[in-house]
């Protein structure tokens, strides 16, 4: 999915700046740059130190004279604006144009064109018109105007939480622990057999009063998705603190 989305930079006058959206683009796994008539140099010591090792994307872009030429073959282009137009058209913000990128970028063919503006004007009425959807990044409406590799930067990252959620089911920290590391069920049943056993040696639970301790405690341990070797701790914590407070473990 990421390779089919492209980042477009109209008319960009900063060297730094287009470093900083190479730099944005490789931390979220996007390769594919395209700049529409740059007003300056695009390899500079600035753009290349922006780009702090991602100058490899500086170097693969591709420069077209026009927008047009730049998203020729997309099947979808949205294009990012910091206010907010005379003629309405399609608004979507970052988190809904991240939802809809799986479906768009199912078929072998699709591309997704990014569109962003000039530092000092942003994107023409023209140009804007030319997209299927614009995006609106939500800011301070006093201070609405990011700078171009922030702005990249926000996208881009959308981009990636909608592939990770793609890929693993689940956007968040634990959709990077490949599913052969996380404990199995048996082994979460095992671990909730040996803590109950332990709260009851060491006066915490009683099982005639049971107050939903367990059910609790197992929505939390659930709840981490916790994996093998963190699993091996708990249960290592568990024999420790029988061995001190002198509980006999119960027979094989
Ligand atoms: N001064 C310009 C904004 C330039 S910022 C103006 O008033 O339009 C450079 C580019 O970053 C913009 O053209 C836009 O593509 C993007 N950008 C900056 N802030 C944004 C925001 N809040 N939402 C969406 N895109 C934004």
Not at 57 to 75: M, N, R, S, W, Y
Not at 89 to 117: H, I, K, N, Y
Not at 131 to 155: G, K
Not at 159 to 185: E, F, I, K
Request: glycine letters at 4%; proline letters at 6%.
């Amino acid at each position: 999915m990421l390779e089919r989305i492209r980042i477009v930079l109209i008319g960009t006058s900063h060297p730094g700046n287009i470093g900083g959206v190479a730099r944005a683009m490789h931390n979220m796994g996007l390769a594919d740059l395209a700049l529409v008539a740059p007003r300056c140099e695009v390899i500079t010591q600035d753009s290349i130190s922006r780009a702090s090792g991602a100058d490899h994307l500086l170097h693969q872009a591709k420069v077209h004279a026009t927008l047009e030429d730049a998203v020729a073959d997309c099947t979808l282009a949205v294009g990012a604006s910091a206010r907010s137009r005379t003629l309405p058209w399609p608004m979507l913000s970052p988190r809904e144009l991240a939802d809809r990128l799986p479906t768009e970028c199912q078929a072998a063919d699709a591309r997704v064109a990014l569109v962003f503006g000039r530092e000092d004007s942003g994107l023409t009425n023209a140009e804007l018109q030319r997209c299927h959807a614009h995006v609106h990044i939500p800011t301070n409406a006093d201070f609405s105007s990011l700078n171009l590799a922030a702005a990249v930067q926000v996208l881009a990252y959308e981009c990636r939480m909608a592939w990770l959620n793609q890929a693993y089911g689940q956007a968040d920290a634990t959709a990077t622990v490949p599913s052969d590391d996380l404990a199995t069920h048996a082994e979460l049943e095992r671990y909730f057999e040996h803590l109950e056993r332990t709260l009851i040696g060491i006066d915490f639970h009683d099982p005639d009063q049971p107050r939903q301790l367990m059910a609790r405690l197992r929505r939390l341990y659930l709840r981490a998705r916790p994996e093998r070797m963190e699993m091996n701790i708990l249960r290592g914590i568990l024999s420790a603190t029988e061995k001190a407070a002198n509980i006999k473990p119960p027979k094989p």
